[in-house]
C-alpha cells in the first residue's frame, strides 16, 4: 500500500508569514509523529499524536508551532510568523501505535526555507 | 536528560575499506536502540537492537548493542558509494525516539 505522504516538498516562504505543511500517514497507523532536522543536525521530535488522545506537544519549539491532526488521518504542522531559524526539514512518521514506535514509517519530508 | 551521542560525526573512506560508527545514550526507560540510514530525507530503517550482545545483520552491515556499557556499534564491511549516507541511531524511551545527530558517511570511489 502507499506510504506516509508529505506535502508540499519544498516551501519558500518570507519572514513573518505562516506556513502549513502537511501529513498524510499510512492508513491504519494510529500514531502520528512530527520531527524537525535542522541542517546537520539529528532528529528533534515535536510531537505525536495516538488515536484520539490529546497529543503530546512536549517537543514544540515555541508557541508558534501548532499540529492537528484529524482523528486517525491527515495531520498539520503549522508554523505562524516564520523565522529563518524554523528552515528544517520536517518529517512526518506513522506507526500502528506508540506501542509500535520502533516500527516508523517515515514520509519524504518537507523542506522548509525561510527568507 | 536524554541524550543520544554519535562518532565520528562524519568520515570519509575509500570503496572497500570497512568502518565502524558508535552511538553511546542516556535514556530512561530504555527499550531499544534503532540504526536508520538517510540518504535524501526520509530515514530507512536499518536494525533494532534490544538485547545486549546478540548482533543483528544484513548483508554487509552488523550491529551489536552493549547495555551495560549504554552504546552500540554500526560495522559497514567493503564499503561501497551507494553507502554513502548518514547514518542516524536512534534510542526508544517511554513511547518517544530520541535521535543522535548522525554520522555522515562519504565513500569515495
Known amino acids: 500500500g502507499a506510504g506516509v505522504s508529505q506535502s508540499p516538498s519544498n516551501k519558500v516562504t518570507e519572514k513573518g508569514k505562516d506556513v502549513e505543511l502537511r501529513c498524510d500517514p499510512i492508513s491504519g497507523h494510529t500514531a502520528l509523529y512530527w520531527y524537525r532536522q535542522r541542517l546537520g543536525q539529528g532528529l528533534e521530535f515535536l510531537i505525536y499524536?495516538?488515536?484520539?488522545?490529546?497529543?503530546?506537544k512536549s517537543g514544540l519549539p515555541s508557541d508558534r508551532f501548532s499540529a492537528e491532526r484529524t482523528g486517525e488521518s491527515v495531520s498539520t504542522l503549522t508554523i505562524q510568523r516564520t523565522q529563518q531559524e524554523d528552515s528544517a526539514v520536517y518529517l512526518c512518521?506513522?506507526?500502528?501505535?506508540?506501542?509500535?514506535?520502533?516500527?516508523?514509517?517515515f514520509g519524504p519530508g518537507t523542506r522548509l526555507t525561510v527568507t | 536528560e536524554d541524550k543520544v551521542v554519535q562518532s565520528p560525526l562524519s568520515l570519509v573512506v575509500h570503496e572497500g575499506d570497512t568502518v565502524t560508527l558508535n552511538c553511546s545514550y542516556e535514556v530512561t526507560n530504555f527499550r531499544s536502540l534503532l540504526w536508520y540510514k538517510q540518504e535524501k530525507k526520509a530515514p530507512t530503517f536499518l536494525f533494532m537492537l534490544t538485547s545486549s550482545g546478540i548482533e543483528k545483520k544484513s548483508g554487509r552491515l552488523s550491529s551489536i548493542l552493549d547495555k551495560k556499557e549504554l552504546f552500540s556499534i554500526l560495522n559497514i564491511t567493503a564499503t561501497q558509494t551507494g553507502d554513502s549516507a548518514i547514518y542516524l541511531c536512534a534510542v526508544i524511551g517511554f513511547q518517544k525516539l530520541v535521535f543522535g545527530t548522525g554520522t555522515r558517511l562519504l565513500v569515495s570511489p
Open positions: 512518521a506513522s506507526s500502528r501505535g506508540t506501542s509500535a514506535i520502533y516500527e516508523q514509517y
Open positions: 499524536f495516538q488515536g484520539n488522545s490529546a497529543p503530546d
